[in-house]
């Protein structure tokens, strides 16, 4: 049973924002949502995390649903840099492990 | 601040051989994770430690072996390597001083076996 669930592409116009959706309907109630970006098969880069409120930092900004069964990744003006694939985890069973799930690939486009 | 460095980036391997994955952090992190990535999928656990001396498996841990005697390194071991673990492998480490910090990855081992 996957623990969170992206689609598996999306395009974006630069300049514009990208909006990245994650499903991740078990999340329990003290469990973070966390998102990673992964470019060119490099190591996972870390974006944003949050558990109940929307987030913003410099990278990006997100908005959790009020129930917490999904969340929105929102990069506000996509670069042709932010093209790579978006990985929405959550903890497993409140342990020491976390799901990655297969992520979504953005492609940015002129 | 180095954070998260993997050695070697790139080796290939005969079935049957063994190596060592390296891997060490300076931001004195107690939690270290070790994941495998093959093409197009998402990255699978393989084994994570949560401080010196302590060491537990992961989703994948069959064909490999871990030991964690300090608190920077935390080597992976494949004792007879397959090809099934042709894979990028990748090192994390967490601070846990508070549960919900995140996971700072190394820029990965690309191991092929021939």
């Known amino acids: 049973d996957a623990k969170t669930t992206q689609p598996p592409s999306m395009d974006c116009a630069e300049g514009r924002a990208a909006n990245l959706p994650c499903n991740h309907s078990?999340?329990?109630?003290?469990?973070?949502v966390y998102w990673y970006r992964q470019i060119h098969s490099q190591g996972p880069q870390y974006i944003i995390h949050g558990l109940k409120n929307n987030e913003t930092n410099e990278m990006a900004s997100l908005i959790i649903t009020e129930d917490r069964k999904s969340s929105t990744l929102i990069l506000p003006h996509a670069t042709l840099r932010d093209t790579a694939v978006y990985y929405c985890?959550?903890?497993?069973?409140?342990?020491?492990?976390?799901?990655f799930g297969t992520g979504t690939s953005l492609t940015v486009i002129p | 601040n180095a954070g998260v460095t993997q050695t070697p980036k790139f080796r290939i391997l005969k079935i049957g051989q063994s190596m060592t994955l390296q891997c060490t952090q300076d931001m004195n992190h107690n939690y270290m994770y070790w994941y495998r990535q093959d093409p197009g999928m998402g990255l699978k656990l393989i084994y994570y430690s949560v401080g010196a001396g302590i060491t537990d498996k992961g989703e994948v841990p069959n064909g490999y072996n871990v030991s964690r005697s300090t608190t920077e390194d935390f080597p992976l071991r494949l004792e007879l390597a397959a090809p099934s673990q042709t894979s990028v492998y990748f090192c994390a480490s967490k601070e846990d001083r508070m549960g919900n910090q995140p996971q700072h990855f190394g820029d990965g081992t690309r191991l092929s076996i021939l």
């Open positions: 985890i959550v903890r497993v069973d409140n342990g020491n492990q976390f799901y």
């Open positions: 078990t999340i329990s109630g003290n469990e973070y």
